[in-house]
């Protein structure tokens, strides 16, 4: 039975120190994330009305949607509130604006992905006696919840199995800080054909339910270290690494925590694409537990992250739900997700 599944495995419970080489913690807990961009992130630009009645739009063509906002007059800013404060000072009519931008550029046929400093000048526009503005939304921080996927020997943890983009510009987020904290689960919107669902949880931000450090935002998920392993891995019993080659098609679980506790759900590995495009989507999974499927409808949002087990080893993660059909959805191979720690 589903709810006897972890019985496959030991019962020995171990340090999480023990797990090393081919062996690693499974998670499936939900975890509350926070993250702090690389400077500034524009979201797009904006036309305003000067204190004359005419509109401009001083970022048109200058800046755009990605670039990560870093300096103005020569002062570093590291987040929105520098740089609201700088621009409130403003006394002359021409600023000098520092970002980054990032790029894909080819070099013998591979593609490289590079970062170049920018500078330019532009006007800000006057709209009242005593305020100026640069007519650029922006953001700096991100915030959400997922499940984590397992943990190393050295503390390491890997969570979502995806990146983390921006919900307006879709850009993968440029990260100079993140924290895990504990979250709770308290309530679940079914998926269903067109809408994926998604599960809500409670995470109070302070630093009494702080769990770790995020590091790193990658297109296979977030990675950093875990200090309080105790609050978070009730269960320390090591798994071994599943290898790509050795997933079948067939019967496998997935580790999860929906109803409160984290638990082993039956689902069908439909295919295995060892060579897949996106580093997200090697695996091709479909919910087959009646009970998951009663609780959830299949994958919800959230769920990203929840360890892929077959055969007694940890062969992947949850990354994507099918939009069309909760039941199913991707998972990435757990040697992707591995490749992001050091």
């Known amino acids: 039975?589903?709810?006897?599944?972890?019985?496959?495995?030991?019962?020995?419970?171990?340090?999480?120190?023990?797990?090393?080489?081919?062996?690693?913690?499974?998670?499936?807990?939900?975890?509350?994330?926070?993250?702090?961009?690389?400077?500034?992130?524009?979201?797009?630009?904006?036309?305003?009305?000067?204190?004359?009645?005419?509109?401009?739009?001083?970022?048109?063509?200058?800046?755009?949607?990605?670039?990560?906002?870093?300096?103005?007059?020569?002062?570093?800013?590291?987040?929105?509130k520098e740089l609201l404060e700088e621009i409130k000072n403003l006394t002359s009519e021409e600023v000098i604006l520092k970002f980054f931008r990032s790029f894909f550029s080819k070099k013998n046929f591979w593609k490289v992905f590079r970062k170049e400093v920018i500078e330019v000048k532009m006007k800000p526009v006057k709209v009242t006696e005593k305020e100026y503005k640069l007519g650029i939304w922006v953001r700096d921080n991100a915030q959400g919840l997922g499940t984590i996927t397992f943990l190393t020997g050295n503390s390491e943890f890997g969570a979502l199995g995806h990146g983390i983009?921006?919900?307006?510009?879709?850009?993968?987020?440029?990260?100079?800080?993140?924290t895990l904290y504990e979250t709770s689960i308290k309530d679940i919107q079914k998926g269903e054909s067109g809408n994926p669902g998604g599960m809500e949880g409670i995470i109070v931000y302070n630093r009494y339910n702080i769990l770790g450090k995020i590091a790193k935002n990658t297109e296979a998920g977030i990675y950093g270290t875990v200090d309080k392993i105790d609050a978070l891995f009730a269960e320390q019993t090591p798994?071994?690494?599943?290898?790509?080659?050795?997933?079948?098609?067939?019967?496998?679980?997935?580790?999860?925590?929906?109803?409160?506790?984290?638990?082993?759900?039956q689902i069908k590995i439909t295919k295995v694409d060892l060579f897949c495009k996106?580093?997200?989507?090697?695996?091709?999974?479909?919910v087959t537990d009646p009970e998951l499927l009663d609780l959830t409808g299949g994958i919800v949002q959230g769920m990203s992250g929840s360890p892929i087990i077959q055969n007694g080893k940890l062969v992947g993660a949850v990354t994507h739900v099918f939009v069309q059909d909760a039941t199913k959805g991707y998972g990435i191979f757990i040697e992707n997700m591995l490749k992001n720690i050091e």
């Open 1 to 80: 039975s589903i709810r006897n599944a972890k019985q496959m495995y030991s019962k020995e419970e171990v340090s999480a120190k023990a797990a090393s080489g081919d062996l690693l913690i499974p998670g499936g807990m939900p975890i509350g994330i926070y993250m702090e961009t690389d400077g500034v992130m524009v979201l797009g630009t904006e036309a305003l009305e000067g204190l004359d009645g005419l509109n401009y739009e001083p970022a048109k063509h200058l800046v755009k949607a990605g670039d990560y906002i870093v300096g103005i007059n020569e002062k570093p800013v590291a987040n929105k």
């Open 239 to 265: 798994m071994t690494i599943g290898k790509k080659e050795e997933i079948q098609t067939g019967d496998a679980f997935i580790r999860c925590a929906v109803d409160g506790t984290v638990r082993d759900y």
């Open 165 to 178: 983009h921006d919900v307006d510009t879709n850009e993968l987020l440029d990260i100079t800080d993140g």
């Open 278 to 286: 996106e580093v997200n989507k090697g695996i091709v999974l479909e």
